[in-house]
């Protein structure tokens, strides 16, 4: 299995941003997407859940509301689309797979390659 995240750079507070994150192998019960600011610990950020009902979705606080995560079924490539971006979503964002309740958590069955996201002030 293997992740390949990109879209990471530089924006103005107020903008928009989408990181995707290609996964290869096989296909999971939750994608998700995590952060890691300088001098902080890795925090959860969303994540989708594939089921037979379709994709639900969970959002951390600090995020609800501006981003979203949707997941391309065909190419099983998962999204962040981050709008209204602020100078604290400063960090580095990595996507992740595993057990839809297991992510929320923390704990991913596999991992990404971190992919850095700036927003200037």
């Known amino acids: 299995v293997q992740l390949q995240a990109s879209g990471g750079g530089l924006v103005q507070a107020g903008g928009s941003l989408r990181l995707s994150c290609g996964v290869s192998?096989?296909?999971?019960?939750?994608y998700g997407w995590f952060r890691q600011a300088p001098g902080k610990e890795r925090e959860f950020v969303a994540r989708?859940?594939?089921?037979?009902?379709?994709?639900?979705?969970y959002y951390a606080d600090s995020v609800k509301g501006r981003f979203t995560v949707p997941r391309d079924n065909a190419t099983n490539t998962v999204y962040l689309q981050m709008n209204s971006l602020k100078p604290e979503d400063t960090a580095v964002y990595y996507c992740?797979?595993?057990?839809?309740?297991?992510?929320?958590?923390?704990?991913?069955?596999?991992w990404g390659k971190g992919t850095l996201v700036t927003v200037s002030s």
């Open positions: 989708i859940s594939i089921g037979w009902t379709g994709g639900s979705t």
């Open positions: 192998g096989r296909t999971f019960s939750g």
């Open positions: 992740a797979v595993g057990t839809s309740t297991d992510l929320i958590g923390g704990v991913a069955d596999y």
